[in-house]
């Protein structure tokens, strides 16, 4: 099995690297493959358990042309070099990007590279490597399926998606919304709902929460503009002036110059602390240190949007109070007002009202805190998620 991912590893992909470690101890022999090196320079205790190779792919076709080049020599001995060139030029003529040309060269090299003994290739994210592990599927002969998730379906055109989806063997992905949008442009019965889930293994139960003497809210999350950190700023800003509190970002992202002058520009700088990455060691402990967790997603302008944040399941499983927006699959984890409070999306008054009510009130933040906790233990564990793909993969 080559599981073909855009990166390896990364600190923001934890679920992929739960799910193979998983899928390792269920016993499937997995190869990894991926489009990008790695640019964290911190990995998660998860990465070290995980025993599957990596294979490298040329990020850029112009820095390995010999790979490239005995690929492409390689795929002329190919019964199904012309079927494959044929569906990239159809694709290409649609979309004509160098982002086109360089998959349909990954997949010559992969094609030519591919561990010995390979029968399926499955891609996590249906834009970039599903395209790859479709190019290559062609190639080859082999057998194709992928898993969705959230940006990748939003960002991608319905032409590429029902093509695809057509193509494989079947596809999963994390939220009910995904489900009901991909399976409207699928076969019938090729999309099925399987929720990521957490290793609640490596998630006890938090110890019992420090009183902090300034209420701590913590946010996790890439630096970009899907997950509101904008809104959120402008929402603290709004916060009462007799309110202690302290805000602590985990994370990095292209944003982080812009949020840190909108920081000062609102007079917040000496409120925030910019933590950067961090292992999950050290995210579960933020998650422990902290009063009140916060993620104002928001769909992005170019329709990027969150499906459900994992890091929402994370701090829920440690018993922190969150407070997030009523978008996408986020619902489907959050009850507002019973399990964690929602907010529309992009509203900063009922952000700060939300935040407000949470930080002075404590007996509601515990309750909805334990609330979700008993939630998210009963409902997202990785277990039944983690079974159904052991199952499509054949194990038994």
Known sequence: MAFILKGYPRLSETFIAQEIAALEARGLDISIVSLRHPTDTLRHPVHNQIRAPVLYLPEYLHDEPGRVFRGALSALHRPGLWPALALWLRD?????????????????????????????????FMHT??????????????????????????????????????????????????????????????????????????????????????????????????????????????????????????????????????????????????????????????????????????TADDGDRDGLPNVLVEAQSQGLACISTDLSAIPELIESGVTGVLVPPGNTTELARAITTLLRDRAIRTRLAEAGEISVRARFSMDAGIARLAAKFGLP
């Open 92 to 124: 290409l003529v649609r979309d004509p990007s160098r982002n086109r040309v360089r998959r349909f060269g990954q997949a010559l090299v992969l094609a030519r590279e591919l561990p010995p003994g390979t029968t399926w290739l499955h891609a996590h």
């Open 129 to 298: 490597p599903a395209s790859v592990a479709r190019y290559c599927a062609k190639l080859t002969g082999l057998k194709w399926s992928l898993s969705a998730h959230a940006r990748d379906i939003w960002t991608s055109p319905d032409w590429e998606k029902a093509e695809k989806l057509a193509d494989c063997r079947w596809a999963v992905t994390c939220t009910r919304g995904n489900a009901e949008h991909l399976a409207a442009l699928a076969p019938k019965g090729r999309v099925e709902l399987v929720y990521h889930g957490l290793d609640l293994t490596r998630f006890a139960p938090a110890p019992p929460r420090p009183e902090n003497a300034v209420p701590v809210i913590l946010s996790v999350g890439r630096l970009v503009q899907k997950k509101g950190y904008t809104d959120l700023l402008d929402a603290l800003a709004l916060l009462p002036n007799d309110l202690p509190w302290r805000f602590v970002h985990v994370g990095r992202g292209p944003l982080k110059d812009d949020l840190t002058a909108q920081a000062k520009r609102l007079g917040l700088s000496d409120r925030i602390e910019w933590r950067g990455p961090a292992a999950q060691e050290a995210v579960l402990q933020h998650y422990r240190d902290s009063d009140l967790f916060v993620l104002a997603s928001r």
